[in-house]
């Protein structure tokens, strides 16, 4: 059975940038992934029934964006067939990583494939988008630079650098964290050039997440010990670029419990594009 994965991502900076009159906030950031991955199998059935093969823990059937992509790719296509999807769940959820968006891109990636859809890649993006505004980046494959809600992608080629990714023991909620009053919502707008010359990059999110959420803050200061940490997306999973995966292993040692992380390379690629079926080992190191 062919095993398809569902790589995490880092926000590399996030910038607020306004608000629209439909209340999404619009952005700047740079999406990169990790060889660092949830993992979906796919038994394709006869009998038109969309199902998981089991629960996943924090996850109901109805918050589950791997059944909503399913059904939502069936209803596009007409497709008779049914699929039963068992997931192995590795990234954590609320930590600002992508695991769910991911876990839809890859849906709908492998569904077209497997149900013969034969939908374009921008077809399948623009289905995703109905289930958030990080699932393009996933489906298109390729780190971006995003502006919009998350969604005008442009592709980019930053180093493949090596992360430790702390995961404090905490799920931060997204839509309290953007409802904040004290968020700054108009940061000025950057460029490109700004980004690859490392010019006024922050997440605008942090200091909410920081001051709601100690744990976060807590991590936050443990990696500040060892360099300058950000964290990714909405949280709470905060990010250090090191040297090596040796060296992020020695710090992730250092790192008290009931902190966890992994420490994973970046990728400018996502691994469907190249080695679909792939069923090797993610990430180097975990606790």
């Known amino acids: 059975m062919t095993t398809w994965p569902a790589p995490a991502k880092l926000n590399l900076f996030l910038h607020v940038t306004g608000r629209r009159a439909d209340g999404y906030h619009t952005l700047q950031t740079v999406f990169q992934f990790l060889d660092y991955a949830d993992e979906l199998t796919f038994v394709v059935t006869d009998d038109g029934r969309i199902s998981r093969a089991a629960p996943v823990a924090g996850v109901s059937e109805e918050r589950d964006l791997t059944l909503r992509a399913a059904h939502l790719l069936k209803e596009r296509c007409g497709v008779t067939r049914g699929v039963q999807i068992h997931l192995a769940k590795h990234l954590p959820i609320g930590g600002g990583l992508g695991g769910g968006s991911s876990d839809a891109a890859t849906t709908l990636l492998a569904l077209n494939e497997l149900w013969g859809a034969h939908l374009s890649i921008p077809e399948l993006a623009a289905l995703g988008l109905k289930l958030g505004a990080d699932v393009p980046v996933f489906v298109h494959g390729h780190t971006a630079w995003a502006?919009?809600?998350?969604?005008?992608?442009?592709?980019?080629?930053?180093?493949?650098?090596?992360?430790?990714?702390?995961?404090?023991?905490?799920?931060?909620?997204?839509?309290?964290?953007?409802?904040?009053?004290?968020?700054?919502?108009?940061?000025p707008p950057l460029t490109i050039r700004d980004f690859h010359e490392g010019r006024g990059l922050r997440n605008d999110l942090e200091p909410v997440v920081r001051s709601r959420y100690p744990e976060v803050d807590r991590a936050m200061r443990l990696l500040a010990e060892f360099g300058a940490p950000?964290?990714?997306?909405?949280?709470?999973?905060?990010?250090?670029?090191?040297?090596?995966?040796?060296?992020?292993?020695?710090?992730?040692?250092?790192?008290?419990?009931?902190?966890?992380?992994?420490?994973?390379?970046?990728?400018?690629?996502?691994?469907?594009?190249?080695?679909?079926?792939?069923?090797s080992p993610w990430g180097v190191a975990k606790r």
Not at 170 to 177: D, E, M, R
Not at 245 to 272: C, M, S, W, Y
């Open 147 to 187: 502006e919009g809600i998350g969604e005008v992608l442009t592709p980019v080629e930053p180093e493949e650098a090596w992360y430790l990714v702390v995961v404090p023991p905490v799920q931060v909620s997204t839509a309290q964290v953007f409802a904040a009053p004290e968020l700054t919502r108009y940061s």
């Open 230 to 279: 950000r964290m990714s997306g909405s949280g709470g999973c905060v990010f250090l670029r090191v040297t090596d995966a040796d060296r992020g292993r020695q710090i992730l040692e250092r790192i008290p419990k009931p902190f966890t992380g992994f420490v994973a390379q970046g990728l400018n690629r996502h691994p469907l594009l190249g080695k679909r079926g792939d069923s």
